[in-house]
């Protein structure tokens, strides 16, 4: 039986590279919106999403993340945000972004996390008031060259799958 979802999560790669076609506002819409709908510790969505298309912005957030130069060829950005003072925020703001990677991939959008806290400087450049911490920029963009959908190199399922206990050989 077929399944989109676990399709996206056996194929999803990480894309840096982008091609200049802007990303139609549906489906920008529809990566953002599975952030937003997506399940957060006692519901408290402690998190604040800043999304970016304006090209000179982009550029910026490329200088300002270290790890994330290619940001300045995405098609747009979400500024991921969490609240300082909430002790699930990373891991829900964690979960938002894994959904928006899907959710992108998916509509054949590629992207990849960058940053991990602690970027003040991005913050400052969207705006975000000293209650919220920047915790990752992920740029969106369709890849500029084709990649190959699935080809991942993975430990063996033996080497990180156990049941019950570390070390006991999981049953598949």
Do not use: C
């Amino acid at each position: 039986m077929a399944n989109p979802v676990f399709d996206a999560v056996r194929t999803v790669l990480a894309v840096r590279e982008y091609d200049t076609r802007e990303i139609p506002d549906d489906v920008l819409q529809r990566i953002v919106e599975a952030g937003h709908l997506s399940a957060s510790s006692m519901n408290r969505q402690p998190w604040h999403f800043v999304v970016v298309r304006e090209r000179a912005a982009l550029e910026e957030l490329g200088r300002r993340v270290k790890t994330g130069p290619y940001i300045a060829g995405a098609a747009a950005a979400v500024v991921v945000a969490y609240e300082k003072e909430s002790r699930f925020g990373v891991s829900d703001g964690s979960r938002a972004i894994q959904s928006m990677v899907l959710t992108a991939w998916a509509e054949g959008v590629g992207s990849n996390w960058t940053g991990f806290t602690g970027m003040r400087e991005v913050a400052e450049q969207v705006g975000l008031p000293d209650e919220y911490d920047v915790l990752a920029v992920i740029p969106f963009g369709y890849p500029r060259h084709a990649i190959g959908r699935g080809r991942k190199n993975r430990k063996e399922a033996s080497q990180v799958l156990s049941e019950g206990r570390y070390g006991t050989p999981y049953r598949s």
